[in-house]
C-alpha cells in the first residue's frame, strides 16, 4: 500500500504540479530542491561529508568537483548511502544477468548495470521509494491517457530489473519484460500475443520490430511506441512511425537517471524539474554540449556535477508544450563517436557524427551501415544495402562532399558489408578507436548552469 501512495503521489505531481510558466521560476525551484537536498542528504555520503571546507550546504553548486564514471566507480563506495561496496554491487548484478533472475535485492536496495558501451560497465542503486518515485515520474511523464485506463506495457531490454517492474501491477496496469536474450522469433510470436497498448524498446529492436509488423509477422498496434537505451536516428524514426502509423518518443535514461523525455508535442525536453543539467559546451555557439548532472531526487546513489559523455543538441526553439524544460534536437552520440580528421593544413579537427550519419543516411541504396576509425587517415565503412555496388558508390561520393564541405582531407575509405545488428548490444553508428584522442584543448569542461 505505501509504495502505491509513493508512486501515485509522484506521478500527480509529475503530471499535473510541476509546471512553470518560464525559466526563471523553474531555476527558483531547483535552487530549493537543491538546499533541501544539501541539507538532509548529502552528510549520508562519506565522500561528501569528508570534506574540510564550510558545510557543503551554504555552497554553490560550482564548488562541487565534476565528477565522471571513472571517478565515480573510484569513490563507489563513499558515494551511495546504503553502506554498500562496489564488488557486492557489481556481483549481484552480474548474477542477476546470468541467471536472468532480476528480483533479488541487497538490503531493499536494487542493483543495475549499464551496457558499458565506452568499455566499462556503470552500476546503479536504487531504494524501493526511490523505485516507485521513479515509475510514478515515468508515468507522468509518458502514459498516455490517464494512470485509471487500462495499459499492457511491452518493455524490450538487455536485462530486466526491479527498477523497471515498479510499474507493474498498480491499478490497470500490466507489464512484461521480453528479454532480448531470448531467440528473435519466440519475442515476436509472445509480442503478438500480447498486444501491447504501449511498446519500448532500443531503437533498433523497434527497428526490427517495424519490419516485422510490415512482413506480416505480427499485428500489434500500441498507442504509443518510446526509444530507449540508444540513439534514436532519424531514418529508424521514420521507418518505425510509418510501420505502426505512430510517432516515435524517447526517454532518455541511462545509468545516472531519467534525464530526458518526449513531451505531448513529440519534442525531446531535460528532465529539469527532477535535476539540474549543466551544459558542458562543445562549440562556441552553444548548439552542441555534454550534460554535467546534479539529481536532487536520489538519496542512495549521491549524482553531484556527474559529467556524461553524451553530446546533446540543443533546439533553441521554444515548445508549443509551454514547459521552459531545455528541448533537445537530438542526441547525437558519446564523444567517443567523434571523428577525428585532418585539415587541409594537416591540423586534427573534429567532425560531430551526426554530420556523418545523417548524410550516409540519405543515400537511398543504405539500408543500415557504421563507421569505425581505427587510425587517423582511415574509416573503414560498413553497409547493408539494396544494391552493393550503387550504394559503395554514393557513400564514396557523399562522404567526399561532407569532408570538402567541412575543409577536410579525405581519409582513406575501406568499404564493406556489415554484419547483421546484434539486438543485445548496443548499437552505435560511428566508433573511434580509443587510441585516437581528441585535439588539444577539445571539449574542456566548463559546465554553466542558466
Given at each position: 500500500?505505501?509504495?502505491?501512495?509513493?508512486?501515485?503521489?509522484?506521478?500527480?505531481?509529475?503530471?499535473?504540479?510541476?509546471?512553470?510558466?518560464?525559466?526563471?521560476?523553474?531555476v527558483a525551484y531547483q535552487d530549493r530542491m537543491l538546499a533541501k537536498f544539501f541539507s538532509k542528504t548529502l552528510h549520508k555520503s562519506t565522500f561528501y561529508s569528508a570534506f574540510k571546507q564550510r558545510a557543503f550546504k551554504h555552497r554553490a553548486l560550482d564548488d562541487f568537483p565534476i565528477m565522471n564514471k571513472a571517478k565515480m566507480l573510484?569513490?563507489?563506495?563513499?558515494?551511495?548511502?546504503?553502506?554498500?561496496?562496489?564488488?557486492?554491487?557489481?556481483?549481484?548484478?552480474?548474477?542477476?544477468?546470468?541467471?536472468?533472475?532480476?528480483?533479488?535485492?541487497?538490503?531493499?536496495?536494487?542493483?543495475?548495470?549499464?551496457?558499458?558501451?565506452?568499455?566499462?560497465?556503470?552500476?546503479?542503486?536504487?531504494?524501493?521509494?526511490?523505485?516507485?518515485?521513479?515509475?510514478?515520474?515515468?508515468?507522468?511523464?509518458?502514459?498516455?491517457?490517464?494512470?485509471?485506463?487500462?495499459?499492457?506495457?511491452?518493455?524490450?531490454?538487455?536485462?530486466?530489473?526491479?527498477?523497471?517492474?515498479?510499474?507493474?501491477?498498480?491499478?490497470?496496469?500490466?507489464?512484461?519484460?521480453?528479454?532480448?536474450?531470448?531467440?528473435?522469433?519466440?519475442?515476436?510470436?509472445?509480442?503478438?500475443?500480447?498486444?501491447?497498448?504501449?511498446?519500448?524498446?532500443?531503437?533498433?529492436?523497434?527497428?526490427?520490430?517495424?519490419?516485422?509488423?510490415?512482413?506480416?509477422?505480427?499485428?500489434?498496434?500500441?498507442?504509443?511506441?518510446?526509444?530507449?537505451?540508444?540513439?534514436?536516428?532519424?531514418?529508424?524514426?521514420?521507418?518505425?512511425?510509418?510501420?505502426?502509423?505512430?510517432?516515435?518518443?524517447?526517454?532518455?535514461?541511462?545509468?545516472?537517471?531519467?534525464?530526458?523525455?518526449?513531451?505531448?508535442?513529440?519534442?525531446?525536453?531535460?528532465?529539469?524539474?527532477?535535476?539540474?543539467?549543466?551544459?558542458?559546451?562543445?562549440?562556441?555557439?552553444?548548439?552542441?554540449?555534454?550534460?554535467?548532472?546534479?539529481?536532487?531526487?536520489?538519496?542512495?546513489?549521491?549524482?553531484?556535477?556527474?559529467?556524461?559523455?553524451?553530446?546533446?543538441?540543443?533546439?533553441?526553439?521554444?515548445?508549443?508544450?509551454?514547459?521552459?524544460?531545455?528541448?533537445?534536437?537530438?542526441?547525437?552520440?558519446?564523444?567517443?563517436?567523434?571523428?577525428?580528421?585532418?585539415?587541409?593544413?594537416?591540423?586534427?579537427?573534429?567532425?560531430?557524427?551526426?554530420?556523418?550519419?545523417?548524410?550516409?543516411?540519405?543515400?537511398?541504396?543504405?539500408?543500415?551501415?557504421?563507421?569505425?576509425?581505427?587510425?587517423?587517415?582511415?574509416?573503414?565503412?560498413?553497409?547493408?544495402?539494396?544494391?552493393?555496388?550503387?550504394?559503395?558508390?554514393?557513400?564514396?561520393?557523399?562522404?567526399?562532399?561532407?569532408?570538402?564541405?567541412?575543409?577536410?582531407?579525405?581519409?582513406?575509405?575501406?568499404?564493406?558489408?556489415?554484419?547483421?545488428?546484434?539486438?543485445?548490444?548496443?548499437?552505435?553508428?560511428?566508433?573511434?578507436?580509443?587510441?585516437?584522442?581528441?585535439?588539444?584543448?577539445?571539449?574542456?569542461?566548463?559546465?554553466?548552469?542558466?
Amino acid at each position: 500500500m505505501f509504495d502505491t501512495l509513493v508512486l501515485l503521489r509522484q506521478y500527480i505531481r509529475v503530471r499535473h504540479l510541476l509546471r512553470f510558466k518560464s525559466r526563471v521560476e523553474l531555476v527558483a525551484y531547483q535552487d530549493r530542491m537543491l538546499a533541501k537536498f544539501f541539507s538532509k542528504t548529502l552528510h549520508k555520503s562519506t565522500f561528501y561529508s569528508a570534506f574540510k571546507q564550510r558545510a557543503f550546504k551554504h555552497r554553490a553548486l560550482d564548488d562541487f568537483p565534476i565528477m565522471n564514471k571513472a571517478k565515480m566507480l573510484e569513490n563507489f563506495d563513499a558515494l551511495n548511502s546504503a553502506s554498500l561496496s562496489l564488488q557486492d554491487a557489481m556481483a549481484e548484478a552480474e548474477q542477476g544477468e546470468k541467471s536472468r533472475n532480476f528480483k533479488p535485492t541487497i538490503n531493499g536496495v536494487s542493483v543495475g548495470l549499464s551496457t558499458g558501451t565506452s568499455g566499462t560497465r556503470g552500476v546503479f542503486l536504487v531504494s524501493d521509494r526511490e523505485r516507485m518515485g521513479w515509475a510514478g515520474t515515468i508515468l507522468g511523464r509518458m502514459l498516455p491517457g490517464s494512470i485509471l485506463a487500462k495499459h499492457r506495457i511491452a518493455f524490450f531490454l538487455r536485462a530486466n530489473n526491479n527498477l523497471y517492474e515498479s510499474v507493474a501491477s498498480k491499478g490497470r496496469i500490466e507489464f512484461q519484460f521480453f528479454d532480448l536474450m531470448s531467440s528473435i522469433p519466440q519475442l515476436l510470436a509472445d509480442l503478438h500475443t500480447y498486444k501491447p497498448t504501449i511498446l519500448i524498446a532500443p531503437a533498433q529492436v523497434l527497428g526490427i520490430l517495424a519490419q516485422a509488423q510490415i512482413r506480416g509477422d505480427i499485428e500489434i498496434s500500441p498507442d504509443k511506441i518510446i526509444s530507449v537505451a540508444e540513439v534514436l536516428y532519424d531514418d529508424d524514426a521514420a521507418q518505425i512511425s510509418n510501420a505502426f502509423g505512430k510517432p516515435v518518443s524517447q526517454v532518455y535514461q541511462c545509468t545516472e537517471g531519467f534525464l530526458g523525455y518526449s513531451c505531448t508535442h513529440n519534442r525531446l525536453h531535460l528532465n529539469e524539474a527532477l535535476m539540474i543539467i549543466e551544459p558542458d559546451w562543445l562549440d562556441e555557439q552553444k548548439e552542441r554540449f555534454c550534460p554535467i548532472i546534479t539529481d536532487f531526487s536520489r538519496e542512495t546513489q549521491l549524482f553531484i556535477r556527474h559529467r556524461l559523455d553524451d553530446i546533446l543538441t540543443r533546439d533553441p526553439n521554444p515548445c508549443p508544450c509551454g514547459s521552459p524544460e531545455m528541448v533537445i534536437k537530438r542526441i547525437e552520440g558519446r564523444t567517443d563517436d567523434v571523428l577525428v580528421l585532418r585539415d587541409l593544413a594537416g591540423v586534427p579537427q573534429t567532425l560531430m557524427p551526426d554530420y556523418v550519419t545523417r548524410a550516409i543516411a540519405a543515400c537511398p541504396s543504405v539500408l543500415d551501415f557504421k563507421i569505425e576509425q581505427n587510425t587517423d587517415d582511415e574509416l573503414v565503412v560498413f553497409l547493408l544495402a539494396s544494391d552493393k555496388q550503387l550504394a559503395k558508390a554514393e557513400t564514396i561520393q557523399t562522404l567526399a562532399k561532407l569532408f570538402e564541405r567541412h575543409n577536410l582531407r579525405s581519409p582513406t575509405l575501406t568499404i564493406e558489408e556489415q554484419p547483421s545488428n546484434d539486438p543485445t548490444q548496443k548499437r552505435r553508428r560511428v566508433v573511434r578507436a580509443k587510441n585516437i584522442g581528441l585535439p588539444q584543448n577539445e571539449f574542456k569542461q566548463k559546465g554553466q548552469r542558466k
